[in-house]
């Protein structure tokens, strides 16, 4: 499951880095596959990390590793759920 972790940051280049390498850490230890930190085009947020999971609760059991700095000032958590469309073309 792809899981999408948008969220605003007020603090500096150097310490959104900083946090970076702690969520890349979490995923290592809890086996959450990291596919990057990027930057939203939208215009609500600031960035947006991509993950990929077996289920929420993989996911979760990976983020309560990293506490959130007081530097995210808000976040929405995004679930991609896949389609099996090869499915609608059999029926």
Known sequence: ???LLYFDW???RKEVAEHNNKMQV???E???QYLGIYGAMSQKWNYVYL???RNYDHFT???AKVPRP???????????LPIRIERWLNQ
Do not use: P, R, S, W
């Open 1 to 3: 499951m792809k899981i």
């Open 10 to 12: 007020v603090g500096t």
């Open 26 to 28: 979490a995923c290592n």
């Open 30 to 32: 809890t086996g959450v």
């Open 51 to 53: 993950f990929d999971a």
């Open 61 to 63: 059991e990976m983020a």
């Open 70 to 80: 007081q530097h995210m000032t808000h976040y929405i958590t995004e679930i991609l």
